[in-house]
């Protein structure tokens, strides 16, 4: 263990720290992800702790306005989107929950990457932003596939739904009918494909915007290095367009859900 640290060190000290593709072993089936998802999900409970006291409480404070506010912003978000309100209350919780834990996951990866290059670069070995390992980015894509052809099931049936993918004859002639066929099982290759899409469209991202940060930040500490700690700060305006892309990127993928969650419900024809 003491040489794979020496090993670290002496890396990122000749060039800017590049990250494996996916986790890193820390120790047994310890992985530098599961740390980090462990710490992010402990804070999660104290936030959700402190929001069902807020909203509890009696008492006006700016914390239950920030909630309140944040919960009507949503509904009424979706409920436009989905033009059904009572669908939109149905799948409220898991288009809300997948959008915060990207969106804070991204943030809680920046100020990974912030300690890393401005306390101590020994953080990277055990803590890496959640979304910049494709297992954590499958599983949320593994999630929404699972609810869309939940969805699928719940409205039209098993059988219905079944049909729809494999032999779709809807159509008034027979010509339309193998065409219609066909359109279908082109849906159905559709869903894999769909998988590997929305994990690798959010992995990509996270994962090159990290790997430029730490290359623009390396290269300003090489020609600021006489100048003390000034590279911090001329790195700076790359760590706040990073906060609008880890925004991007959540708003982005809660789009393609509520897009998948209204193909869903629609008829099969």
């Known amino acids: 263990m003491e040489s794979q640290n020496t090993e670290a060190t002496t890396e990122v000290h000749t060039g800017p720290h590049i990250p494996a593709i996916q986790w890193e072993q820390v120790s047994w089936y310890v992985t530098n992800t599961i740390i980090t998802t462990s710490i992010f999900f402990f804070m999660v409970l104290i936030v959700s702790i402190m929001w069902n006291k807020a909203l509890k409480s009696e008492k006006k404070s700016r914390l239950k306005l920030f909630f309140l506010n944040f919960v009507w912003f949503f509904d009424t978000y979706l ?7 009572k669908f939109a209350r149905n799948y409220y919780h898991i288009v809300v929950w997948i959008f915060s834990i990207i969106f804070f996951w991204n943030l809680f990866g920046l100020i990974i990457d912030w300690l890393g290059s401005g306390v101590s670069n020994s953080i990277l070995l055990y803590l890496r932003p959640m979304n910049s390992d494709p297992n954590t980015t499958f599983v949320l894509a593994m999630i929404t596939i699972i609810m869309f052809l939940w969805i699928g099931v719940k409205t039209h049936w098993f059988t219905s739904t079944a049909k729809s993918y494999c032999f779709n004859f809807t ?3 027979i010509w339309m009918k193998l065409i ?12 894999p494909s769909t998988l590997t899409s929305l994990s690798l469209r959010l992995f990509w991202n996270i994962f090159a915007w990290i790997v430029l940060i730490w290359v623009i930040t390396y290269l300003w500490w090489m020609m600021s290095e006489s100048l003390f700690e000034v590279w911090k700060f001329l790195s700076l305006p790359f760590w706040f367009f990073e906060v609008f892309v880890a925004f991007i990127q959540a708003v982005v993928f809660a789009w393609l859900i509520i897009a998948n969650f209204k193909q869903a419900a629609e008829e099969h024809h």
Request: glycine content about 0%; cysteine-free.
């Open 180 to 191: 219609n066929v066909f359109v279908w099982w082109l849906h159905l290759i559709w869903l």
């Open 171 to 173: 159509w008034p002639n």
């Open 79 to 85: 409920t436009d989107s989905f033009w059904n309100k």
